[in-house]
């Protein structure tokens, strides 16, 4: 029975789809006035460990690890948490925080981007928000170089081939692709991920970095010795354009029919930042019309992209289903950050990781 | 009177990339006969070509033994390989008789030591099995455990045959915060320095790395090297990289180290035989990545190493100098 397991001392947390659970829960409020906290997902064991463990909050989960939190019960679930803790598939916007009402001081995602949450309704509520930057730092740069390089040497294509029959005997021009030695590599967006991108492709012998931003970052910069060029200029001199920035209004489809027809049509296009700073429509002509060479993308719009989508159609692109930061010591030190985010801010202390509002 | 230059019949048993074409043509000794095709020559065509040929230019899957030296009879002083193994050729009976051998090593450690790290990479973080899942609707929404794979952050390297292309790849893994770099082989290496390289035993090697990459020529000590006892030593979360020669792996035991856990996956570019069936059970492992040996497959490689090809055939045949000489 569920009411025996109920130890006062500690918290047990709750299997969401328990019947007794909302009985369970009342008797847990009587009995204990910790913060009470929402976790929108299954989030890594580490995560879920130090939460357990540290006798400060009573919390409830939609223990799925695959399916998020339908909308509805997210929205009866949030109601009076003091504690919310969510990855990036929910919309934290005014009609949950309003669904949560006033006792709601601590925001924390399981994720380094935040496009899903509204900041200025947080801001105005005065919800302290944490988050996962540099622990997945790593993790995503390795992807994203593993993707550029998937996706410049063909190995989808020729893994495809191998199976099929496709494979004669070596051949001197078969699935030929293009190489990093000697070439330009342009970055968009040069922050934390940028760097370790191109700190990983170095070796490759690339003759050159180049990098756009809102603005010039002499000092990450010097880092790898990259250039500060205009957007147009990357576009133009790059043999492989990575995009490494955030999704704002201003980069919003960003990637569009103007970029893609200033590029090399021997160039590698990749993103692994947001789906939303690409046109899918304009990238689907550069690809199919042979305006670029080829393109790897981790992220899309929407996620998942519905399977007969025309980029699926293309031998030159390649789609991955936003696993940049899937390593399991990453998704867990994402988890034990997050969990770790939110118990300090409920202590009114200063969080690991606080996003500036 | 002017002695007439004397000419040299010239077989070539592919249609080389243009940048190799070009010199040889512009060569007015050379009599150039091509078997035209992207397709290798078939056995009796090649016996046929190769006849009173002075110089031999040749592929991978051409087999240059004594049968197709005889055919080609005493004026054959020259082969020039657009390879940088030889393992299809027999050296021995090449030496026997006075036959000078050009390869290609170098101009195409980049792209081999680069796609090497591609595989390791892609099979490391399983992106087949993500593209796979999404084009299949397996992908439904983010999810914090779902393809999750083993980073190199943090990690132990091992590197089987630290030479060039060895060297070349430790190099391209360091940035990725790779903690240990081992290597193992007949010798220490002084370049090793350079990736801060440990000499360690072979089992030292195996059962100590997160990721195995073996970069060793084929040779009798190299061949069935990566057999059960091998696989049987390293970790279960361990990834296995192959791409020096098929030979070297024994597949069967591959195959069971994958099916049963032993190891976490492994990324193959070469295979015995070549192709591989593709009803060979390697191929129905979601662990396991094997590509149709693509190690220097970029357009400006593979034209570099025509050129070379082409340099080494005229160096041969003008009784000087090759760039790349194989000695042996």
Not at chain 1, 191 to 205: D, M, N, S, V, W
Not at chain 1, 235 to 257: R, V
Not at chain 2, 22 to 31: T, V
Not at chain 2, 63 to 69: C, N, P, R, T
Request: glycine content about 8%; charged content about 20%; overall charge neutral.
């Amino acid at each position: 029975m569920w009411c025996s397991r109920v130890v006062p001392r500690q918290l047990w947390w709750i299997k969401q789809l328990n019947l007794t659970g909302a009985l369970t829960s009342n008797m847990q409020r009587e009995m204990s006035t910790l913060p009470r906290v929402y976790i929108t997902r299954q989030i890594p064991p580490e995560g879920l460990k130090i939460l357990r463990e540290s006798g400060q909050v009573q919390f409830e989960l939609w223990d799925s690890d695959d399916v998020p939190v339908p909308r509805k019960e997210l929205l009866q679930k949030v109601k009076g948490v003091d504690g919310l803790v969510c990855v990036l598939t929910e919309k934290i916007d005014a009609e949950l925080l309003d669904a949560a009402g006033p006792n709601l001081k601590v925001l924390s995602t399981m994720s380094v981007g935040f496009d899903h949450l509204s900041l200025e309704e947080l801001k105005k509520r005065g919800i302290r928000v944490g988050y996962t930057p540099d622990v997945l730092t790593d993790s995503v740069a390795e992807l994203t170089v593993a993707l550029l390089l998937t996706t410049s040497r063909r190995l989808i294509e020729a893994t495809h081939e191998a199976k099929t029959g496709g494979w004669g005997t070596w051949r001197t021009l078969w699935l030929c692709g293009y190489e990093l030695a000697n070439s330009t590599v342009g970055i968009f967006g040069l922050g934390r991920i940028g760097i370790a991108i191109a700190e990983r492709l170095a070796p490759f012998k690339v003759k050159k970095f180049i990098y756009t931003d809102v603005a010039p970052r002499p000092e990450l910069a010097s880092i790898i010795n990259a250039e500060y060029v205009s957007m147009d200029e990357l576009a133009k001199q790059s043999d492989f354009l990575a995009m490494c920035c955030a999704l704002t209004p201003e980069t919003k489809e960003i990637c569009n029919k103007d970029m893609f027809s200033k590029m090399k049509n021997t160039s590698i296009f990749i993103n692994t930042s947001r789906g939303g700073v690409v046109n899918q429509e304009d990238l689907y002509e550069a690809l199919s019309t042979g305006q670029i060479a080829a393109a790897g993308l981790d992220v899309t719009v929407p996620e998942p992209l519905p399977t007969s989508h025309p980029l699926f159609t293309l031998k030159n692109c390649v789609i991955l289903p936003h696993i940049a930061s899937a390593s399991y010591t990453t998704r867990n030190a994402m988890s034990a950050l997050a969990a770790n985010n939110l118990l300090l801010g409920l202590r009114g202390e200063s969080m690991i990781k606080e996003l500036k509002l | 009177m002017q002695a007439a230059k004397k000419i040299m019949k010239v077989f070539v048993t592919r249609r080389l990339p243009q940048e190799g074409m070009k010199i040889l043509s512009a060569a007015p000794e050379c009599e150039v006969s091509v078997w035209d095709s992207d397709e290798p020559v078939p056995r009796e065509e090649l016996l046929k070509g190769v006849q009173k040929a002075h110089g031999l230019v040749c592929l991978l899957p051409d087999k240059i033994d004594a049968e197709v030296l005889d055919a080609a009879g005493p004026n054959l002083k020259v082969i020039s390989t657009m390879s940088v193994g030889f393992d299809h050729m027999a050296l021995d009976e090449i030496k026997k008789r006075g036959i000078r051998v050009g390869y290609t090593p170098d101009v195409l450690t980049d792209a081999t030591a680069e796609l090497t790290v591609a595989l390791l990479l892609a099979t490391a973080r399983r992106l087949p099995e993500g593209v796979e899942e999404v084009k299949n609707g397996g992908w439904s929404s983010w999810k914090p455990l779902w393809l999750c794979g083993y980073g190199l952050s943090g990690s132990t390297v091992g590197v089987i045959g630290l030479g060039r292309i060895g060297l070349a790849i430790a190099q391209r893994l360091m940035p990725f915060g790779v903690k240990r770099l081992l290597y193992s082989g007949r010798t220490a290496k002084p370049h090793a320095a350079e990736v801060k390289g440990e000499f360690v035993p072979m089992d030292t090697l195996v059962s100590q790395s997160d990721f195995i990459v073996v970069s060793c020529s084929l040779t009798p000590e190299t061949q069935g090297l990566c057999d059960k006892a091998f696989f049987s030593k390293m970790k279960k979360t361990a990834v296995f990289i192959n791409s020096s020669r098929g030979a070297v792996v024994n597949q069967e035991d591959l195959f069971e180290a994958l099916s049963s856990g032993q190891i976490a996956a492994a990324g193959l570019d070469v295979t015995t035989p070549e192709p591989l069936p593709t009803n060979h059970p390697l191929l129905t492992l979601k662990n396991c990545v094997v590509l149709p040996h693509i190690g220097s497959a970029t357009y400006s490689t593979r034209g570099v190493m025509s050129a070379l090809v082409a340099r080494n055939l005229l160096g041969g045949l003008q009784d000087t100098e090759m760039p790349s000489e194989l000695t042996f």
